[in-house]
């Protein structure tokens, strides 16, 4: 995505009875001949899956469609998955409902598009100043996240399975340069989840809207900024074109998770290796999607800077204490939530993360001070 090329241009192309028959001529054969049995044949079943994603949009609807193809090759064809990006089947924030409604088996996205379902969803995306992606991954994976993740999706019929990572996002594309958190007052700023909810206790007037829309709203200032993801995907979507300040790093998504959401009904019907196939593929996504945008990011912010006059920065201080004020009290106000389910899920995200983080401060983040202050090649 580093080519001379105009990247207005890109952002639009991104913009049985015969069976059982056959079963019993198979057995009959079994009995009567000396020779091992063949293996039956088992039904072929597709699927669709339909995304919150532009098509081929580089990580998310690339990792999308490679998923799917995953998928298909582990399965032998017995299940094949037919993507949609965005707009195709459905609109982007309309994916969930597709599979609840029964008109999609898979949904691709990221669970807190669907916050207004349940604000604990929100916890299995990212949370502001929260766990990176393995920390997160560590909680869903191994210290109850996915039980309660269950348990939230149980009651539309759904189950959920990380299969994505972006890693710890930018902060977002400014129009005009940040100095302080007055300058945040008013500012009408693309951004979902509860990190939205935290630039709104910031000043900002906030909205969501899917990747495909951003660029025109920017354009015509709807948007006064945004934020997607990161370089990689930025560059690709055109937000330089029109805002030159981007800001690092993201302290309302620190590791954010993609999602990929099944027909629970359909998915336990699966025979238990259809259902290990799928849920090693997801896995197997989560890393490398990761590692898709690790390698990419750098190189895209290159060619943002020395080709397109992009101008890199970080967060004033001010602006950083503040978002750490406003998420802790958010998070605070989940904690004792009169929803069951969303005070369940805020415990065990708290319970998990104060564990994790020590290792991270105590390994992690000793090395890579160590690394900075004495080591380059």
Same mark, same amino acid.
């Given at each position: 995505?580093?080519?001379?090329?105009?990247?207005?241009?890109?952002?639009?192309?991104?913009?049985?009875?015969?069976?059982?028959?056959?079963?019993g001529a198979v057995a009959i054969a079994a009995a009567t001949s000396s020779f091992p049995a @063949?293996?039956? #044949?088992?039904?072929?079943?597709?699927?669709?899956?339909?995304?919150?994603?532009?098509?081929?949009?580089?990580?998310?609807?690339?990792?999308?469609?490679?998923?799917?193809?995953?998928?298909?090759?582990?399965?032998?064809?017995?299940?094949?998955?037919?993507?949609?990006?965005?707009?195709?089947?459905?609109?982007?924030?309309?994916?969930?409902?597709?599979?609840?409604?029964?008109?999609?088996?898979?949904?691709?996205?990221?669970?807190? !598009?669907?916050?207004?379902? #349940?604000?604990?969803?929100?916890?299995?995306?990212?949370? *502001?100043?929260?766990?990176?992606?393995?920390?997160?991954?560590?909680?869903?994976?191994?210290?109850?996240?996915?039980?309660?993740?269950?348990?939230? !999706?149980?009651?539309?019929?759904?189950?959920?399975?990380?299969?994505?990572?972006?890693?710890?996002?930018?902060?977002?594309?400014?129009?005009?340069? &940040?100095?302080?958190?007055?300058?945040?007052?008013? &500012?009408?700023?693309?951004? *979902?989840?509860? $990190? $939205?909810?935290?630039?709104?206790?910031?000043?900002?007037?906030?909205?969501?809207?899917?990747?495909?829309?951003?660029? @025109?709203?920017?354009?015509?200032?709807?948007?006064?900024?945004?934020?997607?993801?990161? *370089?990689?995907?930025?560059?690709?979507? $055109?937000?330089?074109?029109?805002?030159?300040?981007?800001?690092? @790093?993201?302290?309302?998504?620190? $590791?954010?998770?993609?999602?990929?959401?099944?027909?629970?009904?359909?998915?336990?019907? &699966?025979?238990?290796?259809?259902?290990?196939?799928?849920?090693?593929?997801?896995?197997? %996504?989560?890393?490398?999607?990761? #590692?898709?945008?690790?390698?990419?990011?750098?190189?895209?912010?290159?060619?943002?800077? %020395?080709?397109?006059?992009?101008?890199?920065?970080?967060? @004033?201080?001010?602006? &950083?204490?503040?978002?750490?004020?406003?998420?802790?009290?958010?998070?605070?106000?989940?904690?004792?939530?009169?929803?069951?389910?969303?005070?369940?899920?805020?415990? #065990?995200?708290?319970?998990?993360?104060?564990?994790?983080?020590?290792?991270?401060?105590?390994?992690?983040?000793?090395?890579?001070?160590?690394?900075?202050?004495?080591?380059?090649?």
């Amino acid at each position: 995505m580093t080519k001379k090329t105009d990247k207005r241009v890109g952002r639009r192309e991104f913009l049985g009875s015969a069976a059982a028959a056959g079963a019993g001529a198979v057995a009959i054969a079994a009995a009567t001949s000396s020779f091992p049995a @063949p293996a039956l #044949s088992q039904a072929r079943v597709e699927w669709r899956m339909v995304t919150t994603w532009p098509k081929n949009l580089p990580g998310l609807g690339v990792g999308a469609e490679r998923l799917a193809k995953r998928i298909n090759d582990m399965s032998g064809g017995r299940l094949t998955v037919r993507v949609f990006a965005a707009g195709e089947l459905v609109p982007a924030l309309q994916s969930l409902d597709a599979v609840i409604q029964g008109s999609a088996e898979m949904s691709h996205g990221a669970a807190y !598009y669907w916050q207004g379902k #349940s604000t604990g969803l929100s916890f299995f995306t990212g949370v *502001p100043y929260g766990m990176t992606s393995r920390e997160l991954a560590a909680w869903v994976r191994f210290m109850g996240g996915q039980q309660i993740w269950d348990e939230i !999706y149980d009651k539309f019929g759904v189950k959920g399975f990380l299969a994505g990572d972006t890693g710890t996002q930018a902060g977002g594309w400014f129009k005009k340069e &940040l100095t302080s958190v007055n300058d945040i007052k008013g &500012l009408k700023f693309r951004t *979902p989840g509860l $990190g $939205g909810q935290t630039w709104e206790k910031l000043g900002a007037a906030v909205v969501n809207l899917p990747a495909g829309e951003i660029f @025109p709203a920017l354009q015509s200032g709807a948007l006064d900024a945004a934020e997607f993801i990161g *370089p990689f995907n930025d560059l690709a979507l $055109g937000f330089h074109q029109v805002a030159k300040n981007y800001y690092f @790093p993201s302290f309302i998504e620190p $590791g954010l998770a993609l999602e990929l959401v099944v027909d629970k009904r359909k998915f336990l019907a &699966l025979s238990p290796d259809l259902q290990a196939i799928v849920e090693s593929a997801c896995q197997a %996504e989560y890393d490398q999607v990761a #590692s898709d945008f690790y390698a990419n990011d750098p190189i895209a912010l290159k060619t943002l800077v %020395e080709q397109h006059g992009v101008k890199v920065h970080a967060f @004033p201080e001010e602006i &950083l204490k503040a978002g750490a004020d406003a998420a802790r009290e958010i998070v605070g106000a989940l904690r004792a939530s009169t929803d069951p389910l969303v005070k369940k899920t805020t415990e #065990s995200y708290i319970a998990a993360f104060n564990t994790l983080r020590t290792r991270t401060r105590a390994v992690d983040s000793a090395f890579l001070t160590a690394r900075d202050k004495y080591f380059n090649l």
